[in-house]
């Protein structure tokens, strides 16, 4: 029995009589604070969300031979991820079915087996039950059979690499799940033929915040930027005119069922400078980008870029790169360029997940992300400044992390739990003429469109809706 | 860029004992160095790191027992250089809106279980030593805890030392703060 019991397809009321489309208003946008911090809540999500939602758990680099495995987790579910000897990847609820000892005790390893350290119970990693000690004295009966003593298994499936899971069989497919936004991420992730890769285990540290104050960031805040980051500007790192000047933030989102895309216009840009004074007009696609390639490629690495991408896309890598974005509900990607003091470009690529841990907490994991073709220089160089900028000790990040614990306080309150997250800076679909992607458009500066988009699709999650 | 492994650190040089006049210096320099991170005087501290510094706290993973190390190579919760340092100092001492240490942290680090080594080279010290971070937050009781083993190559430059080489090897696989806005 996986999900079945969990598979509620009304939308239910809370202890209080309120549902969630009380604590939604889609008429102002405005979200009851009492979402970040509500114990009830919390619990619907992990039922209704996390087990159906595609998350993301590992790179398949991470565990490259048989029986390699990591542990990661599906909302609070541990599960054991591992490399199948036929070279398929498995995850596996992390639960003896015996006892609900913890089965793995390792967080990685290699194992063609797993026996429970507390009775004996022995599996193998793609969960199948192989058997308990004793036999004669019959430790699992007869009155289940050996199928059905197997380890919960999630469905898994990959994209650029990256191993996602859900616990729901009738969640659709990860690529009908992602949708159209792949049109936009294979210009971060999918750029090569060989694809990206992580520098190993992920950064993983503990926030004291509930996961969506990350999440509702991370679906489109464009706003927090100017404000909370200001120190970057400050550092003239976003403006190349000088602390004072505001940056115009030119550029266009995407947004499809609560995922979410930024493209940062680049002939209006802030944060590279190796183009400018040069008439771009006169260069061919190819051209400008060997003149200055996309951030984390190497100028090696463009013939096979301009081979994998149509015209459209090519003028867009040039022109307007995606640099950052989250898959609903929880997985957050950057793939931006960091100028360099003297004056080149590096860049900063991660994966990121926000792993709730209960109402009041979660677990950020941080994978650092690489070309598998980048070569030694850049992958160390782009080790350091993805560390520099994100994760445990990025000097962005380290802004994020200090206030969303704020916001979670503040909803334990009596009056706070009232207050209201609110997104009424509204711009409204704006497709320029002629736009080749797909999804919902937002060209210019988003405001609060997609954000408010995450919470719709929140909205469907919680009311049992999903798909 | 190989971590060294504290716990399968086998071919050390010379032991300094702590009756030579060396053990003392390079104990009254770590203190003073703590001193000046406690003091949130980044720029002081700054002014103790060789150009050359490498300042990395890798990853942990929790492994079976005799596998391998449990510290990743490459990924790491520090990953730092002079320039990396150098940003981050100039944004906390510089700018108006490092929120993640405006207002500061009140921070103590203890130092201790100081063990110091002879290197291949005649001017530096392998410098091991146990170390406790505490840090207050704003109004809130609980503290920002954190411990660790740091592995230092201090150099002798003019008389004083420089840090060429910190590695931090924490204790926890999962660390319990919400940043490292912070330097140990």
Redesign the interface.
Same mark, same amino acid.
Do not use: C, Y
């Given at each position: 029995m996986a999900i079945d019991d969990l598979v509620i397809t009304t939308s239910p009321v809370l202890n209080d009589g309120k549902t969630f489309d009380d604590l939604i208003d889609v008429a102002y946008r405005e979200v009851d604070l009492r979402v970040l911090s509500d114990p009830e809540i919390y619990r619907l999500e992990l039922d209704r969300l996390f087990a159906r939602a595609w998350t993301v758990l590992a790179h398949e680099d991470e565990i490259p031979n048989p029986g390699d495995f990591v542990l990661r987790y599906v909302g609070q579910d541990e599960v054991i991820v591992s490399r199948n000897a036929d070279g398929t990847i498995s995850a596996v609820l992390n639960v003896c079915t015996h006892r609900a000892a913890k089965l793995c005790?390792?967080?990685?390893?290699n194992a063609n087996r797993f026996t429970c350290a507390y009775h004996g119970w022995a599996f193998r990693p793609d969960g199948k039950f192989l058997g308990s000690p004793i036999p004669r004295e019959k430790m699992h009966g007869e009155l289940r059979s050996k199928d059905e003593l197997g380890l919960l298994q999630a469905r898994v499936d990959t994209s650029w690499g990256m191993v996602f899971a859900t616990f729901d069989p009738e969640a659709p497919t990860l690529r009908d799940y992602i949708g159209p936004m792949a049109w936009y991420w294979d210009m971060m992730f999918g750029r090569t033929s060989n694809g990206i890769t992580? /520098? #190993? %285990? $992920?950064?993983?540290?503990?926030?004291?915040?509930n996961w969506k104050c990350a999440a509702e960031q991370f679906a489109g805040d464009i706003f927090h930027t100017l404000? /909370?980051?200001?120190?970057m500007q400050? /550092?003239e790192l976003l403006s190349t005119d000088g602390p004072v000047q505001e940056p115009a933030m030119a550029g266009l989102s995407v947004s499809h069922n609560g995922h979410f895309v930024r493209l940062f216009d680049l002939a209006e840009d802030h944060y590279i400078n190796a183009l400018k004074g040069r008439n771009l007009k006169d260069l061919d696609t190819a051209e400008r980008l060997r003149l200055q390639p996309p951030p984390g490629m190497t100028v090696d690495m463009i013939d096979d870029l301009v081979a994998r991408f149509e015209p459209a896309r090519l003028e867009l890598f040039a022109e307007k790169p995606p640099q950052v974005g989250q898959l609903f509900p929880n997985v957050g990607a950057l793939a931006m360029p960091f100028p360099m $003091?003297d004056g080149s470009v590096s860049a900063f690529f991660t994966w990121r997940a926000w792993v709730p841990k209960g109402p009041e907490e979660f677990?950020l994991f941080s994978? =650092?992300v690489v070309e598998r073709d980048a070569p030694q220089e850049l992958r160390?160089q782009m080790? /350091?400044?993805t %560390? %520099?900028t994100f #994760?445990?000790?990025g000097?962005v990040?380290?802004?994020d992390?200090? =206030?969303? $614990?704020m916001q979670t306080k503040a909803s334990l309150g009596a009056m706070g739990r009232h207050q209201k997250l609110r997104y009424q800076a509204i711009r409204g679909e704006v497709k320029p003429d002629g736009w080749p992607g797909p999804g919902q458009v937002y060209d210019g500066f988003a405001r609060d469109d997609t954000q408010w988009e995450f919470w719709l699709a929140y909205l469907k999650y919680m009311t049992g809706r999903p798909w | 860029m190989t971590a060294i492994d504290p716990t399968t650190q086998t071919d050390l040089g010379r032991r300094v004992r702590r009756h030579e006049p060396l053990y003392g210096e390079i104990v009254e320099h770590l203190e003073d160095e703590v001193q000046l991170l406690d003091d949130n005087d980044l720029m002081g501290w700054y002014q103790l790191l060789a150009e050359d510094v490498v300042y990395r706290a890798p990853v942990v993973v929790t492994r079976a027992k005799g596998e391998r190390s449990p510290y990743e190579t490459e990924m790491a919760h520090f990953d730092e250089n002079a320039m990396t340092i150098f940003l981050k100092v100039m944004r906390m001492t510089q700018t108006q809106s490092a929120w993640a240490e405006n207002p500061a942290s009140r921070t103590r680090r203890i130092v201790s279980n100081v063990r110091v080594f002879a290197t291949d080279v005649a001017d530096e010290h392998r410098v091991e030593s146990s170390i406790l971070l505490l840090r207050s937050r704003y109004d809130e009781s609980a503290y920002d805890l954190l411990s660790g083993r740091r592995v230092d190559r201090l150099r002798r430059v003019d008389g004083g030392f420089k840090l060429a080489e910190r590695t931090i090897y924490f204790d926890q696989a999962t660390l319990g703060v919400q940043n490292l806005a912070v330097y140990l």
């Open positions: 005790r390792f967080e990685a390893g992580v /520098l #190993g %285990a $992920p950064q993983r540290f503990t926030i004291r915040a404000n /909370l980051h200001k120190s400050e /550092l $003091p677990e994978w =650092t160390d080790r /350091l400044m %560390a %520099a #994760g445990t000790s000097f990040e380290v802004d992390t200090d =206030t969303w $614990p | -």
